[in-house]
């Protein structure tokens, strides 16, 4: 077992960092979030991730997707920018205007998605690494290592990265989650229960949440949210800590009020917005 040392998320830095906004604010500087994803029959991942980011206090929220789902987008979330791509053109422009980017939820595995998800590795901005861009990740034809992004797989997709067993992870959370870290670089979080974060230099673990997570769409909620604190000027570390802290404890707000079975990853989004104005 590894001997790594363990650390609890901290939660007064959290608190000072979630100060009021100052009365003159304006949109222009809490960020601009791009989400990348949502190929065929898998919109609703893009969806969420954007929505997210949007609750989470990002000042724009572009979607980049299939030209099929703008109509459905723009019905749901008027308020959150969506746009058709069919080429890596069309992404970099986008990717030119952005502060942050969120690859992965809904993305697929066909040749739209490797297009895709090569365009946003060549850009220098924060990278959010989610879904099926982890499982492209995990392909010998695309680049490993990279400082500045966050990494969110399951056990399942962090066993394709590492090439192991699910169920060797599970023997020895600490040390997959510090592979994970020093194979790729940027910050590893391994998801599960007590959700580990690790960073260069440490491992910390979530207190929070509940078996009601266990249900499409969570992942893609946490993604926006580590997106939106990103563009908001949050560390890497910062955002990917405090990002499954509050994914985490909005879920538990949520089933102390309705119950953890039947639980729905949007239920979180009122409570997450409750918890980020303090």
Known sequence: MSNEQILPIDQRKLRMLLTPRSRDAHKGLFG???????????????????????????????????????AAFVARRPEIMVHGI??????????????????????????????LMQAALET?????????????????EIPKQRDNWVLTPHPGEASRLLKTKIETIATDRPRYARELQRKHGGIAILKGMGTLIADPEHIHQCSHGNPGMATGGMGDI???????LLAQGFSLEDAACFGVELHAAAADIAAKKDGERGLMATDLLPPLRSLLNP
């Open 86 to 115: 069919d080429a890596t053109s069309n992404l970099k422009a986008l990717i030119e205007l952005a502060s942050v980017v969120v690859i992965g939820p809904g993305l697929g595995q066909t040749r739209w998605s490797k297009t």
């Open 124 to 140: 220098k901005l924060p990278l959010v690494v989610d879904a099926d861009a982890l499982n492209l990740l995990a392909h010998d």
């Open 222 to 228: 946490l993604s926006g949210i580590i997106g939106g």
């Open 32 to 70: 601009h979030v791009l989400v990348v994803g949502g190929d065929y029959g898998m919109a609703g991942a893009a969806l969420m991730a954007a929505e997210s980011a949007a609750r989470t206090g990002a000042g724009k929220i572009s979607v980049a997707t299939r030209v099929e789902h703008i």
